[in-house]
Structures are given as structure tokens and as C-alpha cells.
């Protein structure tokens, strides 16, 4: 009994090489996108040559198999890394999480040989990737899409538009949702790998954001695009499959995105209330401010173990499903809150640009919309626990 107590690690007990590989990504951030952030939050724009660092560093292939030139590491990795890089700019972690937890998640499942082979390869050296499945009609509804795609010969002619597309900008893959059969409903879905180069597709307007500015939010337009039949992912029709199961392990990694926001939230906090003085001492000598704080991490410490859980369920292969919702619902409200009392501890100082943490502010607020609303992790908790 003992024996077997021992061999399950703390929660938050990292091996060495998950260690090392958060420290170095983490190190990483703070060297290389730090000095960056402000002017890539005014612009709204990655600089390509900090892409070309990330895939340098790894980070763009997290799971992708050796073989195809990926890390061959853990979705438990791509959760360290989306974490490290958010606590610095939840901008580009939310680019990391897309081309890991969605786009390379669905193709390693759902790619057939050939798929993979074109794919992962040029994923893992250089080519950023999307995922599009909302349009304007259809956000928390995801399968009342009206993207269609008619069969011809080989082909499929795609007709529609995609709203919200993180990484439209830079992406050169998009995983696309369209319906073979609107009469179908969600049995008509079929996702789709689009190729920027691709007749008859562009990327549209790019959105200018609250938060996460730096992080490109695009329109897509489908206007007669022929894309080949080998670039069905997964079967016609079971595209609703590739959509939700790939979305379940997303929002892990936004919970992921969330708690790295809250510690980077916290991290300036508590140097800031340590330098700061009033009445004659640092504002982080009043018990009341200590008290905040200490709150703030606790909430932080119980959200970074529903993200770690979530993601070492998944790993395992176990249900993951409410353990999931819970870590992102949780985590995003950790990250408002976090991120508001990082605000409130600088005072004025909180409340301009010229210091960092009004864009934390900004930025949290993302992590209860996307990859599923509160209301609908709400909704799966729900069903997980009423039936
Ligand atoms: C910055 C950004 C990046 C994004 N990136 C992507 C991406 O890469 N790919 C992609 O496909 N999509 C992306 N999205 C889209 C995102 O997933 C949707 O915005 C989100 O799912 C919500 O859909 P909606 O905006 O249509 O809101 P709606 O679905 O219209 O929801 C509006 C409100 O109604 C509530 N609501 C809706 N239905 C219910 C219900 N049944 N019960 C209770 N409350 C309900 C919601 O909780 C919400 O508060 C992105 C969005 C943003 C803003």
C-alpha cells in the first residue's frame, strides 16, 4: 500500500525533463518575447522572426512524432508550454496552444498516413497552423455551421465564411469545418485541411481585439475552394467528432493559457508591492494587501492543479471530459480575478500602458469566450454530474 502510495507523484511534482523543458520555455519568454510585448500588443502582430525562435525552440510540435521532425513529447508538455509562454504573453501562448492542442492534436488522431506525412512535417518546420469552426451565425451552436461542401469528382467545392480564426495571419494549414449534407445537421460535418495556396480561399478581415491583441483574429472566405478528397480529415460526415473531441483536450490547454496568465499577473504584483511605499513602508507590509495576495495565489495554486490534472487524465487516456471544463471555466475566472487585483495593487500605475499589467486586464477576459463559453463548460459540467 505504501509502496504504491509512493509511486503516485504529487500533482504539481514535475520529472526532470518536464522541469527542465518549462524552465527553458519559460527562460525562453522571458528573453526573447518580453522585450516585445508592448510594441506586438500596439501593432496587433507576431514578428515572424519570434515564430521562427518558437519552432526553433520546439514548441511548435510538441506531439508531433519524431519521425515527421516533431519532439515526440506529451500533450502534459504542450500544457507546460502554453503555461511558461502566457506568463510572459498570453498572446503567443494562445499561438503555441492552437498549432499543439487543436491543429497537431486532430491530425496525429485523425491524419491517415499520407496526411500526416504531408502535414506534420511542414507543422513541425516553419508552417503554422488554424482552426476554423466558427462562423457568425454559429458560435456556441459550433454545428449549426452553414459552410458547405459539395463533392466533385475528387474534390470538394467549399462555400462560406469562418469568423474569430486565431492565427489567420500567419497560419498556412486550416483544419475547416463544412457540411457535406445541411439536412443532415451535425451528421453532415466534415472537416476539411485548407492550404492558404488554395484556389478560391483568403483570409479576410483581421479582427482589432480588447486582449490577446497580438494574436491575429481573422475572417476566412471560402468562394468556390477546391480542396482534394485526401484532405478529408478523418470520415465525411464524422467531422463533428474531429470537433468536439479535439475541443475537449483544447480547453485544457487554455486552462493552461489562464494560470499562466494569473502567475504572471502575480509574479508583478508581488514585486510591485514589495518596491512600492506608502505611508512610509511597501504597500506589501499591510496585512490587508498581504491577505489579497495571498488569496490570489491559493486560487492560482487549486486552478494550475485542475489544468495539470486534466492534462495528466488525458495522457493516461482516463475521462477527462468534466475535469476539462472545470479547468478552463475555473482557471479563466482565476486569471480576471488575478489579473483585476494585479490592477488594483499598482493603483494609477495599473491603469496605463505603461506598465504591464492593464494588459494582462485585457487579456484574461478572452478565457471565458473562446474554445467553449463559461455558460457551455457549465453546460458539460452539468451534464457530467446530473446525467
Ligand atoms: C479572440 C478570439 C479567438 C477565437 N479563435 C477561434 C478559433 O481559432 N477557431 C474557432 O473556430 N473559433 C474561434 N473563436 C470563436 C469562439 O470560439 C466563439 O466566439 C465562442 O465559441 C462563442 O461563440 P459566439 O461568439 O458566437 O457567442 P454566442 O454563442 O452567441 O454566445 C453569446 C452568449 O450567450 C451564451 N450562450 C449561448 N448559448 C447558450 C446556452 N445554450 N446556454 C447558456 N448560455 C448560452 C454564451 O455563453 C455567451 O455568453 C474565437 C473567438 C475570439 C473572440
Known amino acids: 500500500m505504501q509502496q504504491q502510495l509512493e509511486s503516485l507523484p504529487p500533482l504539481t511534482r514535475l ?24 510594441e506586438m500588443d500596439e501593432h496587433g502582430k507576431i514578428p515572424r522572426h519570434l515564430i521562427d525562435k518558437l519552432f526553433d525552440l520546439g514548441v511548435m510540435g510538441i506531439e508531433i512524432g519524431e519521425a515527421f521532425g516533431g519532439a515526440g513529447a506529451t500533450f502534459f508538455h504542450s500544457v ?42 511542414k507543422l513541425a518546420h516553419g508552417t503554422v497552423g488554424a482552426y476554423a ?42 483544419i475547416a469545418f463544412a457540411t457535406v449534407n445541411p439536412d443532415a445537421g451535425y451528421r453532415g460535418i466534415t472537416a476539411f485541411i485548407v492550404e492558404r495556396s488554395f484556389a478560391g480561399f483568403t483570409v479576410g478581415k483581421k479582427e482589432d481585439k480588447l486582449g490577446i491583441r497580438a494574436s491575429s483574429t481573422c475572417e476566412l472566405l471560402f468562394e468556390d475552394c477546391r480542396v482534394p478528397r485526401a484532405n478529408v480529415l478523418g470520415e465525411v460526415g464524422k467531422g463533428y467528432k474531429v470537433a468536439i473531441e479535439t475541443l475537449n483536450e483544447g480547453r485544457i490547454g487554455i486552462g493552461a493559457q489562464m494560470i499562466g496568465l494569473a502567475q504572471g499577473a502575480l509574479d508583478y504584483t508581488i514585486k510591485y508591492t514589495k518596491e512600492r511605499k506608502q505611508f512610509g513602508k511597501p504597500i506589501a507590509d499591510f496585512q490587508a494587501v498581504q491577505f489579497q495576495i495571498a488569496r490570489a495565489a491559493t486560487e492560482l495554486e487549486a486552478a494550475r492543479l485542475m489544468v495539470y490534472n486534466a492534462s495528466r487524465l488525458r495522457d493516461a487516456g482516463q475521462p477527462f471530459l468534466k475535469e476539462a471544463a472545470m479547468c478552463k471555466l475555473f482557471s479563466s475566472e482565476v486569471a ?36 467553449g463559453t463559461s455558460n457551455l463548460q457549465l453546460a458539460t459540467i452539468a451534464k457530467q454530474i446530473l446525467g
Open 15 to 38: 520529472t526532470e525533463d518536464e522541469e527542465l523543458f518549462r524552465a527553458s520555455v519559460f527562460e525562453f519568454a522571458d528573453r526573447e518575447i518580453r522585450p516585445l510585448i508592448r
Open 80 to 121: 507546460l508550454a502554453v503555461e511558461a509562454i502566457s506568463r510572459v504573453d498570453p498572446s503567443i501562448g494562445v499561438l503555441v496552444d492552437v498549432q499543439n492542442t487543436l491543429v497537431v492534436n486532430a491530425l496525429n488522431r485523425w491524419g491517415s498516413e499520407a496526411v500526416k506525412q504531408r502535414y506534420l512535417n
Open 133 to 174: 469552426l466558427s462562423e457568425a451565425g454559429s458560435g456556441s451552436d459550433a454545428f449549426a455551421l452553414t459552410t458547405r461542401a459539395v463533392e466533385q469528382g475528387d474534390e470538394f467545392v467549399l462555400n462560406g465564411r469562418k469568423l474569430w480564426i486565431t492565427n489567420g495571419n500567419e497560419a498556412d494549414v486550416f
Open 336 to 371: 480576471e480575478r488575478t489579473s483585476s487585483l494585479a490592477v488594483n495593487l499598482y493603483g494609477g500605475y495599473g491603469f496605463v500602458k505603461d506598465y504591464p499589467v492593464e494588459k494582462l486586464f485585457r487579456d484574461a477576459k478572452i478565457g471565458q469566450i473562446y474554445e
